[in-house]
């Protein structure tokens, strides 16, 4: 495997002062990455990302049990490939978690793709940003930390008097979790229309939707999930990937208290692989009290689940729960503060009047389900459209053309009908040959005319 030094221009060092986190460092690390991305995008597009998925799992310990690691990095490009701007966030480690995130989004000398397959991969994770934030090391001042290069890379070097104290990197946990809080506040395009000189003009914006996704792991990675829980970051567990993640997940679904501490016994030694005296002990036992108080906005992911549940689903599961839920365990919440009753709601912001809404919106063959779920709630409950019936009979076309079977099956399950008026629409978007002047082309005209008919069939199926 080849290792390469990042450019200056791609990495960037952070200074820490204090153990206690404090907005500059923060605003310094957002802004950062802000400015690195859009010089990335040459200055067309600014706006923050419509996924962010912050992957944790680097451990120092070993522990020899395999896993299906492809389940993982296949289900992980699935969730990001329907996204046009995504951010993918790791520790940017050379080996572990690290490595296997890099070979999954980056061509590596063992990866031994042909190069169409790595163009087909290209072009489908293109809006993809790979950013590694991690705490500094003295190799970093060295200049020998060799990484598989990232997009961007961010070294969080703390200079504050008591950094012996805070033990397995405690202030990076709390640090990067407290940055994944403030960037889950801050709002994204979720529907936009271009405009001839000012590029892309946003009619709807989102709250960013973050994500932690925890694979095997160690102690530090249990005080990383425990950091994030406590600032209402949703964090996804892969159960099977082993080590510290299975040791919190067998904890999570043992009901019975008095069994939870048999479980945690048994289980803690094989899967940590550390010698653990009285007091981490202890300290294990209270992180994953805490991770269960805060359970509501875990979702739990089992790769080797033989019902073919798909990762991507997983990942929208655990983001509407997380937008969702995430304030009820508040007691100071303001009671005068009236939120909208739905989910989405509360999480979308009107930026300008989008006119007729689908017009707008194309739903693409790959696209996150999540958008659907948004796209559909909007549409029902938003007092901006008028015409709420046409704009869910474009959305069924959109559904249609983009060969989305789950989103067309929804649809009609709740009472949408297709509209013939748009049958040459769909006609002329998924079966029209590319120059083709419909006079001489009788064999593939034919072809088109029995799917024609193989369309209005099973449309009439739907509608009956």
């Known amino acids: 495997m080849s290792y390469k030094l990042l450019p200056p221009t791609r990495y960037k060092e952070i200074q820490v002062t204090q153990s206690k986190i404090r907005k500059d460092d923060l605003s310094e690390i957002y802004s950062t990455l802000r400015r690195s991305v859009y010089i990335a995008a040459k200055g067309h597009d600014n706006s923050l990302p419509g996924l962010v998925l912050a992957v944790i799992g680097d451990s120092e310990s070993y522990v020899p049990k395999p896993w299906n690691t492809t389940a993982f990095t296949s289900g992980l490009l699935q969730s990001i490939?329907?996204?046009?701007?995504?951010?993918?966030?790791?520790?940017?480690?050379?080996?572990?978690?690290?490595?296997?995130?890099?070979?999954?989004?980056?061509?590596?000398?063992?990866?031994?793709?042909?190069?169409?397959?790595?163009?087909?991969?290209?072009?489908?994770?293109?809006?993809?940003?790979?950013?590694?934030i991690r705490p500094w090391t003295k190799m970093d001042q060295e200049g020998n930390n060799k990484v598989n290069e990232p997009d961007l890379i961010l070294s969080i070097r703390p200079v504050f008097t008591d950094v012996q104290k805070e033990r397995k990197y405690r202030w990076f946990n709390r640090y990067l979790s407290h940055f994944l809080k403030n960037l889950s506040e801050e709002y994204t395009p979720l529907l936009s229309k271009e405009k001839e000189q000012e590029g892309?003009?946003?009619?709807?914006?989102?709250?960013?939707?973050?994500?932690?996704?925890?694979?095997e792991g160690d102690i530090s990675t249990i005080h990383q999930i425990k950091?994030?829980?406590?600032?209402?970051?949703?964090?996804?567990?892969?159960?099977?990937?082993?080590?510290?993640?299975?040791?919190?997940?067998?904890?999570?679904?043992?009901?019975?208290?008095?069994?939870k501490e048999k479980v945690l016994k048994e289980n803690a030694p094989l899967l940590l692989g550390i010698y653990m005296r009285s007091e981490e002990y202890t300290k294990l036992k209270r992180r994953l009290k805490i991770i269960q108080k805060h359970s509501h906005i875990i979702t739990i992911f089992d790769l080797n689940n033989n019902k073919n549940y798909k990762l991507e689903d997983f990942v929208v599961k655990a983001i509407i729960k997380g937008w969702s839920l995430k304030e009820i365990k508040n007691?100071?919440?303001?009671?005068?503060?009236?939120?909208?009753?739905?989910?989405?709601m509360n999480n979308v912001e009107i930026e300008r009047a989008a006119g007729c809404l689908m017009e707008h919106f194309h739903?693409?063959?790959?696209?996150?389900?999540?958008y659907f779920y948004i796209a559909y709630q909007y549409i029902l409950e938003s007092c901006e459209i008028e015409n709420k019936e046409k704009e869910l009979e474009l959305f069924l076309l959109e559904a249609i053309i983009a060969n989305?079977?789950?989103?067309?099956?929804?649809?009609?399950?709740?009472?949408?009908?297709?509209?013939?008026?748009?049958?040459?629409?769909l006609f002329d978007e998924t079966l029209k040959c590319d120059g083709c002047d419909a006079k001489d082309c009788r064999r593939i005209h034919a072809i088109h005319f029995?799917?024609?008919q193989t369309i209005e069939y099973r449309l009439d199926l739907f509608n009956s």
């Open 363 to 370: 739903v693409a063959p790959g696209s996150l389900s999540l």
């Open 227 to 259: 950091s994030a829980l406590r600032r209402n970051v949703p964090v996804l567990l892969t159960k099977g990937s082993g080590k510290a993640v299975d040791v919190i997940v067998d904890y999570l679904e043992e009901s019975r208290p008095l069994e």
């Open 450 to 452: 029995v799917r024609y």
């Open 81 to 132: 490939q329907g996204v046009k701007k995504s951010w993918v966030i790791y520790r940017g480690n050379k080996d572990g978690v690290s490595a296997l995130i890099h070979n999954a989004f980056r061509e590596t000398a063992d990866t031994k793709l042909a190069t169409t397959q790595q163009n087909a991969l290209n072009s489908k994770i293109k809006g993809n940003t790979l950013i590694a």
């Open 200 to 215: 892309e003009l946003a009619l709807i914006n989102m709250r960013v939707p973050v994500l932690m996704i925890a694979v």
């Open 404 to 425: 989305r079977v789950d989103y067309v099956s929804t649809l009609i399950q709740h009472g949408v009908t297709f509209d013939r008026n748009y049958m040459c629409r």
């Open 331 to 344: 007691s100071s919440a303001n009671p005068n503060d009236k939120k909208k009753i739905s989910v989405v």
